[in-house]
């Protein structure tokens, strides 16, 4: 039988509540992990969606110079003879045609500097190209979520 002194001290001194540093530093270190894991996905989640006010912006500019094309017999080289913003709805890109013609035109939507879309690699500037063979959007189909 252990002597009353001894038995004082195996029994805690009052209840326990709560949970021990260990725990709690386990539990940041898995947290840690997984937002690790998933912010890289996320923001491409994010600039892939936000890709979408250059996808409308060119989309506007391609039906405006359709209706350009059709009352003057070409087309445009300059966003403001189509009554066109030189930027994107939201301000993420800015708009440029950079060629055109009778047959055809291409104009480009590039990210702003400075915007979160101007980390967005290979799909920073999307590029439509129309001329008699078609329409060609580039630089790859995936950025024009194709």
């Known amino acids: 039988m252990p002597t009353p002194v001894l038995a004082h001290r195996l029994q805690p001194s009052r209840p326990s509540h709560g949970f021990t540093l260990v725990e709690v530093a386990t539990v940041c270190v898995i947290v840690a992990i997984i937002a690790a894991i998933a ?67 291409s104009a480009t939507a590039t990210a702003t500097p400075g915007s979160s879309q101007a980390g967005d690699g290979d799909c920073s500037a999307l590029r439509l190209t129309v001329s008699p063979s078609g329409t060609d959007y580039g630089p790859k189909a995936s950025c024009w979520n194709r």
């Not at 923001?43 to 009352?71: E, M, P, V, W």
């Not at 939201?90 to 013609?101: A, D, F, H, R």
């Open 39 to 105: 912010l890289p996905s996320f923001n491409s989640h994010l600039r892939r969606g936000k890709r979408h006010d250059a996808i409308t912006a060119l989309t506007r500019l391609q039906q405006a110079q359709s209706s350009f094309q059709y009352q003057n017999g070409r087309y445009a080289t300059d966003v403001t003879a189509l009554g066109l913003p030189g930027n994107s709805l939201e301000g993420l890109y800015s708009l440029q045609i950079n060629s055109s013609g009778v047959d055809g035109y």
